[in-house]
């Protein structure tokens, strides 16, 4: 094996078509090369067949995620198997669908891989704007609300604002609103199920499919989060405000304001809201706002230079977590039963 070093990432892109709901804001305001206006989805970190971001630096410059996974194993990535997370930016003008995910157990059953967890950080916001998160049924069957055609009237919606993070467990009923660009964590999954999309017509004049037994079969309707306020602990360099760890993902802000060493044992993905320095025995990187590196698992001694907040992803350790956090582990979603 060659050696390891930091991988800046290229992102790969969902548009047109694909992503009706999307804007031009990912090239605008994230500059993000993207192949044109209507443009929903940068793939910052994925190794998903069809979609997968690249290398942009060092010796693996131009190869696949996939592949450089392939080549350092769990030297990359800490774990056995495939590649195991899913970053995006998305850029919603127009609402997406409402939609839910199932949970490791149906998943596995129905769709031959993990479940879906995920979190949205809310990068921007056009005053007003607002996402669907959980429903309002007043205990009624959803089946009878859905059969009847009254969905739209039981989604329970909520303000957002620059710096907001929602968790998104399975079984929680979401779609992000208009107006807003946000990042978002995943392990390496797209299984979701759409409940209802706006009687939105495509280019073609039909309607995207809805999935409606599926999504009964995992929805859970009672199901109702706080926006995540975190739990922040100081380190070197700055701190760190813990949102989500809860067995799957992992999701920390960096508060960095000097130099702040990084932990070892785990792959980190790093995206720094402005430029920062990452550093490591025999070379630097300079980050640019929004754009993402992965540090491998193996490589010891990375260092974040800067004065900056970086969202951090990787796997969660709810162990070790929980550990370090102590009685403030009750602000951290997932990480306490």
């Known amino acids: 094996m060659d050696k390891l070093y930091p991988l800046l990432m290229a992102p790969c892109f969902r548009h047109g078509a694909q992503t009706p709901w999307g804007g031009h804001n990912l090239r605008d305001i994230f500059m993000k090369d993207a192949p044109e206006d209507i443009t929903g989805e940068s793939l910052e970190v994925a190794a998903l067949p069809g979609y997968e971001s690249a ?3 060092g010796a693996h410059t131009g190869q696949s995620l996939t592949r450089v996974a392939e080549l350092w194993g769990e030297a990359l990535t800490g774990v056995s198997g495939s590649f ?3 970053l995006k930016l998305l850029d919603a003008q127009e609402p997406l669908s409402v939609q839910v ?3 490791d157990d149906y998943a596995r059953e129905h769709e031959n891989g993990p479940g879906r967890n995920m979190a949205w950080v809310i990068l921007n916001a056009e005053p007003g704007a607002k996402i669907v998160y959980g429903l309002e049924t007043g205990g009624e069957d959803l089946r009878k609300i859905m059969d009847e055609g009254r969905l739209e009237e039981c989604l329970h919606w909520e303000a957002v ?6 968790y998104i467990p399975h079984g929680m009923v979401h779609a992000l609103g208009e107006g807003i660009q946000c990042y978002e964590i995943q392990l390496s999954s797209e299984a979701a199920y759409r409940l209802w999309d706006w ?3 495509g ?3 039909s309607r995207r499919a809805l999935h409606a037994e599926q999504a009964l079969d995992v929805c859970r309707p009672e199901l109702r989060l706080p926006r995540q306020e975190g739990a922040t602990v100081l380190c070197r360099g700055g701190s760190r405000t813990y949102y989500i760890s809860d067995g799957h993902i992992e999701l920390c802000r960096l508060n960095l304001s000097g130099r702040m060493p990084l932990e070892s044992g785990r792959m980190l993905a790093l995206t720094p809201l402005s430029p920062c320095m990452l550093c490591w025995e025999g070379g630097e990187l300079i980050l640019d706002a929004f754009n993402t590196a992965l540090v491998p698992a193996a490589l010891d001694g990375a260092v974040l230079e800067g004065n900056t907040k970086v969202l951090l992803s990787c796997l969660s350790d709810r162990e070790a977590l929980a550990k370090e956090l102590d009685y403030r582990a009750e602000n951290v979603a997932g990480l306490v039963d």
């Open 55 to 57: 290398v942009a630096n």
């Open 84 to 86: 195991p997370l899913l």
């Open 101 to 103: 995910h199932p949970g």
């Open 161 to 166: 604002r620059p710096g907001d993070v929602f």
């Open 199 to 201: 009687n939105r017509v």
């Open 203 to 205: 280019p073609d004049g």
